[in-house]
């Protein structure tokens, strides 16, 4: 990967609102795109993936979409709760580098 | 708990101390990172190791020197640091790059908060 731009970079929604967090790149070799949540006091976790031969995946709650032509893929988490509050970071890799990271989203729900 | 174990979780030094972060992973990966994680930063790759050879080495300054005696252990070396050294250092693990699909997902530790005075 080369460079991945994150937007916003803070983002405040009430209980049951939706949210949507923006990734862009650049590196059009990208085939692998993670989104990893960070909660206060812990390390970035996993939450969902996709790669370049699909255009959406769900669990649950959350999605993520992905545009190759236009280079940029997305975060939706529907019905918001306050456990969702937190910092998520975007990452891609081309699958043979190592995982280039957005600057990260601080989330937060108000109840 | 993760299964990626730092330690110590906090570390206050000055410029002139040696110290070392310690990681240690039981998941069976045999790929191993440091990362740098400042306020609105990206997190910032400093080494992999992948099957206890360095991989990747993003021009971090040479008070920064890490060791990898096998594929469960990680160390970060700290000795001279500068006050823009005092970050949060995660350590991560993986299955080895380019090894499959599962070589990019990433197990990280909860940190070292360090702070340099």
Known sequence: GENVEQHPSTLSVQEGDSAVIKCTYSDSASNYFPWYKQE???GPQLIIDIRSNVGEKKDQRIAVTLNKTAKHFSLHITETQPEDSAVYFCAENSGYSTLTFGKGTMLLVSP | ETGVTQT????VMGMTNKKSLKCEQHLGHNAMYWYKQSAKKPLELMFVYSLEERVENNSVPSRFSPECPNSSHLFLHL???QPEDSALYLCASSHSPGLGSGANVLTFGVGSMLTVL
């Open chain 2, 79 to 81: 000795h001279t640091l």
């Open chain 1, 40 to 42: 206060l006091g812990k």
């Open chain 2, 8 to 11: 110590p979780r906090h570390l």
